[in-house]
């Protein structure tokens, strides 16, 4: 996908960071872009020595990005390493990571491929069984993500917070400043969603242990072979926190509560939940932060005005209604 944020990488920048990584006799005997998202370029890498590498390359920090994004595939290169030791959770491994910023100006890391298409190229082909069956093995695969602990609430490239209501406001905080400084059109003024937020922190006192949160999980992010999870990726956006915050990305524009097969394999593995006022409230105030995201990223992924007013004008009714459940 075309955006003014991913980085440029010809055939010799993949080959310099590749000897870089694996040493000279490891040249690539093919390389290949993958156009999927804004942020990274992404570049498929086949090895002389037959192992296959996908390599990531992140932004110049100068590049136009959100504050949240700084340094965030260092987060990626944290939570892949930190998922590693995880029986039953398939993500990609990290092979050599690159922070020094010496051969390109951003963040560069290799990673095994992963088998698999993503759940949100076969979601239209597979049978409601096949599906739920794919559900239910996501659903165990993130409650076993669930049990990583962190030290410290919020990102982890960020300061860190005591607590994660704390940390949380700071994160809203921070993603209204960009829309401000951006002029990003979140369709509700910012003093209405500020209020709406800070009013709902209260909600979050009960979360004492910061949890690995991916933050990400829609389906495009989901691997898929037969009717198993063969792969999480893009772990970037991830932070320490609350579990239920991954729920606002799991079921993307949804209800997660709808998500049975899901519920019942996240159950099954040990996870926790449950639908009270508060938590349902609490799940709100996690998809009103991913929709500020969402409408305020355009401004510096260099989206046209008609792309923009189609999301303000699919988002725009989601955020009134998620606003409208944090004020009771």
Do not use: C
């Amino acid at each position: 996908m075309q955006s003014i944020t991913k980085p440029s990488v010809d055939r010799a920048t993949v080959d310099a960071l590749v000897t870089a990584a694996f040493g000279p006799g490891a040249l690539p005997v093919r390389s290949r872009p993958i156009t999927d998202g804004t942020y990274n370029t992404i570049v498929r890498v086949a090895l002389a020595d037959g192992r296959t590498a996908m390599l990531k390359v992140a932004p110049a920090p100068d590049a136009p990005q959100l504050s949240y994004e700084r340094d965030i595939l260092r987060t990626e290169a944290l939570f892949f390493d930190r998922a590693a030791g995880l029986d039953g959770v398939p993500t990609p491994r990290l092979l050599s990571t690159g922070f020094e910023r010496s051969l390109v100006p951003g963040d560069f890391v290799f990673m095994t491929e992963v088998p698999g298409r993503s759940l949100s190229a076969l979601h239209a082909s597979l049978a409601p069984e096949e599906l739920a069956a794919v559900r239910r093995d996501l659903g165990g695969v993130v409650a076993r993500l669930h049990t990583v602990r962190g030290d410290t609430f919020g990102y982890p490239q960020a300061a860190s917070a005591g607590s994660w209501a704390e940390a949380f406001g700071g994160m809203a905080e921070v993603i209204l400043a960009d829309a401000e400084r951006l002029g990003a059109d979140l369709t509700r003024p910012a003093a209405e969603i500020r209020a709406a937020v800070t009013g709902a922190l209260g909600l979050l006192e009960g979360v004492t242990v910061p949890v690995l949160v991916h933050f990400d999980l829609w389906d495009g992010n989901v691997l898929v072979e037969g009717s198993r999870v063969s792969g999480v990726i893009d772990g970037e956006r991830a932070f320490w926190g609350d579990p239920y915050a991954d729920f606002a990305s799991l079921a993307l524009f949804g209800d997660i509560e709808d998500d049975a097969a899901f519920l019942e394999g996240y159950r099954a593995a040990g996870g926790s939940v449950a639908f009270t006022a508060g938590n349902r409230r609490r799940i709100a105030l996690y998809r009103v932060y991913l929709y500020l995201i969402m409408l305020t990223e355009g401004s510096v992924r260099g989206y046209t005005e008609e792309q923009s007013a189609k999301l303000r004008d699919f988002l725009g009714p989601l955020l009134a209604g998620d606003l409208a459940a944090l004020k009771g």
